[in-house]
């Protein structure tokens, strides 16, 4: 890449961990006001899709490597999943967020919305970049002179 980007280059360093800040902002505030584990996870993977662009696609697999990405998608969906299996193993339904505080059961709805909108929140930041790997890794079939 050319170095003549340099104030993008500056810009977009100074972005990214603001925007991930933000991106978890949305994620542990999501259950008190608009936001949860969608957005977040639309929020941090734009993180990483602005790294790519403008430093590269080689450049943002060195900071998140597409195993890295394949592998969130399955633990986001291992903690979503797992978190309802767990409340039927202890006798509540599927999702039931009663089992993680029986005692005080608005404790244990918080819990259990926090858990399943992390598992949510996991699942589409690794989707939404690995969907970004796909077309950002594939080869043009047409070149610069033939626009």
Known sequence: MKEHHLILRVV???LVGTII???FYVQFHGDFS???GFQAGVIMAVAFILYGIVFGLHEVQRVLPA????????LGVLVYAGTGIWNMF???EFLHYGSFTPDHMSHGQHSGILYVEAGVGITVT???VAIYYAFAGRTPRLGNDDW
């Open 67 to 74: 195993w890295v990405v394949h592998k969130l998608v399955a």
């Open 126 to 128: 690794g989707v939404m």
């Open 21 to 23: 800040l933000f991106a």
């Open 90 to 92: 202890l006798g509540y």
């Open 12 to 14: 977009t360093k100074s």
């Open 34 to 36: 608009p936001g949860g």
